[in-house]
């Protein structure tokens, strides 16, 4: 599967954005997706993840209640809803494949990475 993140931007603090990622071929409801983002500075950290049917999800502390990951499995496409949005959520968001159907936290459990899309949170 190949993936491509895209609905990255700037945008206040407080506010909202949504990130897609559309996946090409067939097996995409074989797998369980995952955002993880990368600040400036830092290592690449877990963000969120979906079971390969969309029954299960994990987020992170730092983004509970304030994110929400989805997919479309007819669209092959995940999404990650993001509310009331911070500056310490300023990062490059990656979304990425995990190796079998379950929803996993680490990365090292992932092998099918997308490109990265920028959000930039201002104060």
């Known amino acids: 599967v190949q993936l491509q993140a895209s609905g990255g931007g700037l945008v206040q603090a407080g506010g909202s954005l949504r990130l897609s990622c559309a996946a090409s071929?067939?097996?995409?409801?074989?797998?369980?997706m995952g955002w993880f983002r990368q600040a400036p500075g830092k290592e690449r950290e877990f963000v969120a993840a979906?079971?390969?049917?969309?029954?299960?999800?994990y987020y992170t502390a730092a983004v509970k209640g304030r994110f929400t990951i989805s997919r479309d499995n007819a669209k092959n496409k995940l999404y990650l809803q993001m509310n009331s949005l911070k500056p310490e959520d300023t990062a490059v968001y990656y979304c990425?494949?995990?190796?079998?159907?379950?929803?996993?936290?680490?990365?090292?459990?992932?092998?099918?990475w997308g490109q990265g899309t920028l959000v930039t949170v201002s104060r």
């Open positions: 071929g067939r097996t995409f409801s074989s797998y369980g």
């Open positions: 979906i079971g390969n049917r969309g029954g299960l999800t």
């Open positions: 990425a494949a995990a190796n079998g159907p379950v929803a996993r936290l680490e990365l090292r459990e992932y092998d099918r």
